[in-house]
Every structure is written in C-alpha cells, then in structure tokens.
C-alpha cells in the first residue's frame, strides 16, 4: 500500500473547488450621472415673444372657442370680484361677452385678455375706486383728448371691444398681403404677419416691453402688445 500525504491531498482539492479562499466581495458600480437636461424657456418671456404675430388669425375670430357657461365659470375660477356677478339689463356680464362675440365673429377669450391687459379686471380682488374705471373697463372711448361719452357703461365697453377688434381685423384682411410694415407708437420698424395682429396694433398700438427693475425703488409693469400676448398664453395656453 502507497503512502498517501493526505495534507497535500486536502490542500489541492482545497485549491481544485476553491475551498478556502476568501469571497470576492461584489463591486457596485457608481450611479451612471443624471443627464442634464436645460430647463425650457418660459412661454410667456420677452425672449420668446414675437411682436410681428402676437397671435393666428384661426385663433382670433373662434368665435365659438368657449360657451356663455364656461366663460362664467372661467371668470370665477380666476377668483376677481368685479365680473363674475356684474349683471347688465339682469344678465351676467359672460352673457354679454358671449352674445357680441358670436354676433360679430371674435374669440371670447380675446376680449377677456383685453380686459384684464387694460384694467386688470378679470383677477382684480378688491371694487375699483372711481366709477370711470367701471365705465371704460375697456379702454373704448377713453382717449388723450377725453372721454368719448357714447362708449361709457359696462355694456357699451363690451360691445365697442368686440366691434373694434373685428373691425381692424377684416381691415387687415382686406390687405391680404403680409407681411406689411407697421409703425407702432414705440417701434418705427414693425413687420407684422396676419391679421389678427394688425387688429391688436390697432386697439393697442405699442409692442410693449418686459417687466424690469428701472430704478432703485421703481419697476415698470408689463405693457402692450406683450402683455396681452403674456396674458393671453398665462390664460389659455399656447395660441
């Protein structure tokens, strides 16, 4: 019988099923770094508006873009107090806003950003204090020169709005050529490229500016054609 060196024997068995070594521990990966994804421009900045096409003509006269019952809700929603309850001849104010635009052919919605461009009207959460305030809520009539008396009154604010835009935009249809050069009342060099912009001009003619710190202890607000494009998107989205 041979002689068998049982030590060697177990060492390389030991060695043959790796018995005896100490475990690999298992290495994790580091995280794979997030990807840096550049935050969108906000739809409603100075560097994203283009003053030569506010908005589409398709946009502009939808006359039927929203129901005398979705503008009072949406009126509500937007928590102002002076036109969700404001009646004229016993119907609310949204009867009047959906009446006339149907009748001539504009989108509600432009007329309720026309308010809120021109007296914060439709988010305002306290009464105005002068009574002229209520009676040209549109603008309408209230010109350097004075106030044209036939325009004043809730109702014939409303009516004058809509006669005005649609007004200007079939003017603009009559051009039917665009672009066309157009001199706002701050901007000599002005190329606009429908319609249904030309009409805003011509109810508001300045293109406006962006809201900036312009002093120490003075900011200027918005204004212009800006702000009823910045309006118009902060209401409805991207027209």
Request: charged content about 25%.
């Amino acid at each position: 019988m041979g002689f068998i060196d049982w030590n060697y024997t177990k060492n390389y068995w030991k060695r043959a099923v790796g018995l005896g070594k100490k475990a690999v521990e298992a290495v994790t990966p580091p995280p794979a770094p997030k990807p840096v994804i550049a935050k969108p421009k906000s739809e409603t900045t100075w560097e994203a508006f283009d003053p030569g096409l506010v908005m589409t003509d398709v946009e502009f006269i939808d006359a039927n873009a929203m129901s005398e019952q979705q503008i009072q809700d949406f009126l509500v929603s937007k928590g102002g107090v002076i036109l969700p309850d404001y009646k004229i001849d016993g119907h609310l104010v949204s009867y009047w806003m959906h009446k006339h635009c149907t009748e001539q052919g504009l989108n509600p919605k432009v007329l309720m950003t026309h308010m809120q461009k021109e007296m914060g009207a439709v988010t305002r959460k306290t009464p105005y204090k002068k009574q002229r305030t209520y009676d040209y809520i549109l603008g309408v009539g209230a010109t350097d020169g004075g106030d044209k008396s036939k325009w004043a009154g809730m109702d014939n604010q409303i009516l004058g709005a809509v006669q005005t835009c649609v007004k200007w935009h079939k003017r603009g249809m009559e051009r039917n050529v665009y672009p066309i050069r157009f001199k706002a009342s701050d901007r000599s060099e002005l190329v606009i490229q429908n319609s249904a912009t030309f009409s805003l001009y011509k109810y508001t003619p300045w293109v406006g500016d962006e809201d900036r710190q312009i002093g120490k202890n003075l900011y200027r607000a918005p204004f212009g054609q800006y702000l009823f494009w910045k309006v118009y998107r902060g209401f409805f989205g991207k027209n």
